[in-house]
């Protein structure tokens, strides 16, 4: 008997509030301090605690070099390294700074494409974790303000 659609919205709406009766545990974890900071050092302490970011050229970012005020910058960022566990892109300028970060699983491919708000000129850092450290890219990146590129 095929589902139809108001059927599927009789059971989401009947279940729904059965939701509320899981643990958070079950759901994902958020880094709400990491998000919260106002700087990068502390953002860095909550996700990866004292551990010391090595620069590596390991790391490929690709991303818009200019844009326009209140546009969106077009991140990607790819790297060669094995054991990857994480992907963070921070904007030194923003506050918060940590944008965002994507866990990868062990047999995952360590790629990922974003557009990320910045509030002015400005550092793009993208942090990557390991099994056997952590390993950091920067780029800069201009905003223009009220002009055509």
Sequence with gaps: MPLSRRKLIKAVVTLSPYLTLFPHSLFAAWPKQAFDAHTIEPALLVLYGDNQQIPSDKIEMKLDKRIESGDNASVTVSTT?????????????????????????????????????LAQSGEVI????????????????????????
């Design 126 to 149: 993208a942090v990557v974790k390991t099994t056997h450290g952590l390993y950091f890219q920067q780029q800069s990146i201009t905003v223009i303000e009220g002009s055509c590129i």
């Design 81 to 117: 390294l094995s054991d990857v566990e994480s992907i963070s892109l921070l904007v030194r300028e923003n506050s918060p700074p940590l944008a965002t970060s994507f866990y990868f699983d062990p047999m995952g491919i360590p790629y990922v494409s974003t557009r990320l708000k």
